[in-house]
C-alpha cells in the first residue's frame, strides 16, 4: 500500500468512526489515489484534482461529486502535509440541483423484475429479483438492502430491522404480508441454492458473498438497457425506484383527497428521512404532483368563495 493509499484508509476510517458513511469517497478516492500514481506524482494539487474530476466517462453531476470528495480529504490532508492543495468549492459553479426523480409505471418495473429472471446462475435471478422488487415495494436505500444480515429480515412479524441506516439511525420497515411471502420464498429458494454461504447477507451474490454496490448498479444499468428503459436520452437510475414510491404515494394521496400534510411524518419517518423537508422535495420536482396539489387548492378555493357568497 502507497503512503496516499494508507492516507486515505485513515481519512475514511477516521470520518467512519464519527458516524459518516463515506460510501461516495470509499468508492472514489481510490481511484483518485491509482490516477494520482499512475501520473507519477503523489501531491493532491487543484489542477490534478480538477483534470480528474473532469475526465472523460462521466456527466458534470459526477465531476462535481468527484471533486468535493478530493475537497474533503484534501482539507484533512493539508493539516499533515502543507504542500496539499485544496480545491475551491465552485470551480463548476453553482451547486448541482438534484435531478427530477424518474417515475417508474407498474408496467416497468414488472419488466425489470421479469428481465432479473434471465439472469445466471439462478441464484443470481433470485436474488436481483428479490432485491429490486423490496428496492420497488419499500422504497429502501440500495445500501441498506444489500446490507442486510438475515436476522435483520423478520419473516414471521413482517418487518425489517435497518441497523445503519443514513446518519448512521437505525429504522424499522414494516412489509405487506404479499411481500413478506415472496421475501420467504425467496429465502427458501437461496437456502437450497447456496447452504453454505460465505456471508451472513440476507441477498447472496452467485457464490454466496455479499451483493456489491457497484455491481448491482451494473446489474441494474444492463437490465433496464436490455429491455429499452435506458436509452441515450432516458438514463432511469436504481435510485428511482426509491423515488417511485414517494411519488406514486403523494400521488395516490392528492386523488384520494387524502389530508397530505397529516400524513407526511409518517412517510418521512417510513423512508427514513431526518427532516420532511426531504419528502416535500418530491412535491415541487414532479409536475404530475404540481398539478394535484394546484387543482386541490383551487377546489377549496371555490368552495370557500360560494360558502362566503
Excluded at 494539487?45 to 468535493?68: F, G, K, M, N, Y
Excluded at 429479483?129 to 414471521?156: K, N, P, Q, Y
Aim: with cysteine; glycine share 6%.
Amino acid at each position: 500500500m502507497s503512503a496516499l493509499s494508507g492516507q486515505v484508509a485513515d481519512y475514511l476510517r477516521l470520518r467512519r468512526a464519527l458516524g459518516f458513511k463515506l460510501e461516495r469517497e470509499g468508492r472514489m478516492l481510490p481511484q483518485f489515489v491509482g490516477w494520482l500514481e499512475a501520473a507519477g506524482t503523489a501531491t493532491i494539487t487543484v489542477e490534478l484534482a480538477v483534470a480528474w474530476a473532469q475526465l472523460p466517462d462521466a456527466q458534470p453531476i459526477i465531476w462535481a461529486h468527484r471533486l468535493s470528495a478530493v475537497r474533503g480529504f484534501a482539507r484533512w490532508l493539508h493539516t499533515i502535509d502543507p504542500a496539499t492543495e485544496i480545491p475551491p468549492a465552485d470551480v463548476f459553479g453553482a451547486r448541482q440541483q438534484r435531478p427530477a426523480p424518474y417515475v417508474y409505471s407498474a408496467t416497468e418495473i414488472s419488466g425489470l423484475l421479469q428481465a432479473t429472471r434471465t439472469l445466471r446462475p439462478p441464484l443470481l435471478a433470485a436474488s436481483y429479483e428479490a432485491l429490486f422488487g423490496l428496492l420497488a415495494v419499500s422504497g429502501m436505500r440500495v445500501s441498506e438492502a444489500i446490507g442486510l444480515a438475515r436476522a435483520d429480515v423478520d419473516l414471521t412479524t413482517g418487518v425489517i430491522t435497518i441497523r445503519h441506516a443514513k446518519f448512521d439511525r437505525p429504522r424499522l420497515v414494516p412489509l405487506h404480508p404479499s411481500v413478506t411471502a415472496v421475501l420467504h420464498a425467496y429465502a427458501i429458494r437461496r437456502d437450497r441454492l447456496c447452504p453454505t454461504p460465505h456471508a451472513d447477507r440476507f441477498f447472496l451474490s452467485s457464490v454466496g458473498t455479499a451483493l456489491s454496490y457497484s455491481r448491482v448498479r451494473q446489474t441494474f444499468a444492463r437490465i433496464s438497457t436490455t429491455i429499452g428503459l435506458r436509452t441515450a436520452t432516458s438514463r432511469p437510475r436504481i435510485h428511482d425506484l426509491r423515488h417511485s414510491l414517494v411519488v406514486n404515494t403523494l400521488i395516490g394521496w392528492q386523488r384520494d383527497g387524502v389530508d397530505v400534510r397529516s400524513r407526511m411524518v409518517l412517510l418521512s419517518t417510513y423512508l427514513g428521512h431526518v427532516n420532511p423537508a426531504s419528502t416535500y422535495w418530491y412535491v415541487t420536482a414532479v409536475p404530475e404532483l404540481m398539478q394535484l396539489a394546484a387543482a386541490r387548492l383551487d377546489g377549496r378555493s371555490t368552495r370557500a368563495h360560494g360558502a362566503r357568497s
